[in-house]
């Protein structure tokens, strides 16, 4: 699955030939390795981060989704899956280049950098997540069923702050598994690192 770059940029990837398709499968990897987490979050006592269904309540409405949540699963699945690759492809495009520009120790295309590199954008995502998604959301659809959801996830139904360190982990898997799946390496002879590969290099 390895691919190098057609434009002759002298950087390869783990998938995909181009930083656009690698970020598409690498989002798209990550997304379902994190749903997965999240749905088997409650055998730890965690809450079940189901935002497959989540996602549902809020584009088919919730009575209709409790009604009838397979539907609610499936077409809030497909939102939450092209959501994950469109950050993804963020990530692959924008992100990392960003990062490995602006943060030196980073700018070097190394599994280690890389990796780096998904965890602190799915960080950033669990930030934004947390205090803006769920609450403004989630909170509304969820609050009349009992279930309030509270500034930064301070309260989401019964389980208190432990649903802010769910997301925190929901994040970290997704973005870990993005940093390492993304994994921009020098071809031979090529480029070594983002400060000295241009734009055009990457598209």
């Known amino acids: 699955m390895e691919g190098e ?8 990837y783990l998938v995909g030939k181009t930083a656009g398709k690698s970020g598409v499968i690498a989002g798209l990897v990550a997304t379902h390795i994190a749903t997965i987490f999240g749905l088997w979050f409650y055998g730890a006592r965690l809450p079940k981060f189901d935002f ?4 549902g309540y809020i584009y088919v409405g919730l009575p209709f989704g409790f009604t009838h949540p397979d539907v609610a699963f499936v077409v809030g699945g497909v939102f939450h899956y092209v959501d994950g690759i469109l950050f993804g492809l963020i990530f692959a495009l924008v992100v990392s280049p960003m990062m490995g520009r602006i943060i030196k120790p980073l700018a070097a295309m190394t599994p280690t950098a890389n990796y780096i590199k998904g965890l602190i954008w799915g960080w950033t995502l669990w930030i934004i997540s947390s205090a803006l998604w769920m609450p403004l959301l989630i909170g509304p659809i969820l ?8 500034t930064f996830l301070t309260s989401f139904g019964p389980y208190g702050v432990q649903a802010l360190l769910a997301n925190l982990l929901w994040h970290t898997i997704w973005g870990a598994n993005l940093g390492l799946i993304f994994s921009p390496r020098p071809a031979s002879g090529g480029v070594r690192s983002w400060t000295r590969a241009t734009a055009a290099e990457m598209r």
Do not use: C, R
């Not at 497959?52 to 996602?55: A, F, M, V």
């Open 52 to 55: 497959p269904s989540l996602n």
């Open 5 to 12: 770059d057609s434009s002759n940029s002298g950087v390869k």
């Open 143 to 150: 609050a009349p069923y009992g279930a309030p959801v509270g």
